[in-house]
């Protein structure tokens, strides 16, 4: 039976606040939690920004739940802090933490002052990090002279087995890609068929492990509510690569966005007031192979919609499955 677990919002909740939902999310019988891990909003209007790694010290130690976060070392990060990160939340909570791994977007990784380079340059930057974090994670001693530099870099305090390192991806040909080097595969809601061809080119590629899914919705008991909800926090959040990728403040995101129609929003951001709606479409999402599903519930206030699918929507999956 999948996994169903609360997707941490860090640009649109305030730290404290999202802790609370994660106790109430395990009180009511979500199975598990998944962090993002910004340094910007997508747009003013979201108005948050946590560092996520010192969050899930926190999380971990406040709930039973396991976690997991996507991340983009290259950049922003060394990957030898990543490692070391990982290291130390796999040790003090075994078997509850796992990483996924991507090629990040500009609007985190401009702050460096350094150059935001093509893709195929941060795919290969991204490879090289994932060679890096998983030999620290052996305990091997890592000095490196490429995209990204290490000079004898030993992780001393690691855990007794190592946490799975997931892709993320957003297309086929990045899945297939993933398959070469990852424990598992996180993408994002899109239409049925679309993560269909997504699942076949990671497992036709020889992937491995779990398949994971982040799921954006909008819920309110109102339907005007819920699409006002999703309007408001997520229309900047409408737009394919290259431009989610490359686009460096959340200003800018504001100014392509501002005349955004709605119908753009409902195809990201599955919109409804019907909870009947939201479970069909998440069994949907589990009948493809996703043994984890994360729920983004992209108003800001999440305590409503934690108690809503606590109650009526969880139980109704698990019945079925």
């Known amino acids: ?50 560092f996520a790694w010192s969050w899930l010290g926190a999380a971990l130690q406040a709930t039973s739940l396991p976690f997991g976060i996507v991340n983009a070392p290259g950049q922003r990060y060394h990957p030898a802090i990543i490692a070391q990160a990982i290291s130390t939340l796999t040790e003090m909570y075994p078997d509850r933490f796992w990483a996924a791994l991507g090629t990040g977007e500009a609007s985190n990784e401009h702050i460096t002052g350094d150059r ?15 060679d890096i974090i998983r030999a620290l994670l052996r305990g091997e001693e890592v000095s490196h002279d490429g995209l990204v530099k290490v000079d004898r870099a030993t992780v001393y305090s690691r855990p007794a087995e190592p946490p799975p390192l997931f892709g993320a991806a957003v297309s086929e040909a990045t899945a297939a890609w993933c398959a070469e080097w990852a424990d598992g595969l996180i993408t994002v809601n899109a ?34 509510e819920a699409e006002a909800l999703a309007y408001e926090q997520w229309r900047s959040n409408v737009f394919p690569p290259p431009v989610c990728w490359d686009v460096d403040l959340a200003a800018t995101f504001d100014a392509i966005s501002e005349d955004v129609p709605m119908e753009k929003v409902t195809q990201v951001v599955n919109v409804s007031a019907d909870l009947g709606a939201h479970t069909a479409r998440l069994a949907e999402y589990a ?23 606590g109650e009526k929507v969880l139980p109704q999956l698990r019945s079925a499955a």
């Open 1 to 50: 039976m999948p996994v169903f677990g609360l997707h941490c919002s860090h640009e649109q909740v305030h730290p404290s606040a999202l802790l609370a939902a994660c106790q109430q999310a395990e009180a009511a019988g979500f199975d598990a939690a998944m962090s993002s891990d910004h340094f910007s909003p997508w747009s003013a209007r979201q108005g948050h920004s946590a």
């Open 116 to 130: 935001w380079p093509r893709k195929d340059v941060r795919a290969a930057r991204l490879r090289e990090c994932v």
């Open 191 to 224: 239409p049925v068929e679309t993560l269909r061809r997504m699942v076949a080119a990671y497992r036709d590629a020889g992937g491995r492990g779990d398949l994971a899914l982040q799921v954006h919705l909008s819920w309110a008991p109102d339907q005007r």
């Open 287 to 309: 009948e493809l192979g996703f043994g984890k599903i994360f729920l983004h519930h992209v108003g800001q206030e999440q305590e409503a919609f934690v108690a809503a699918f």
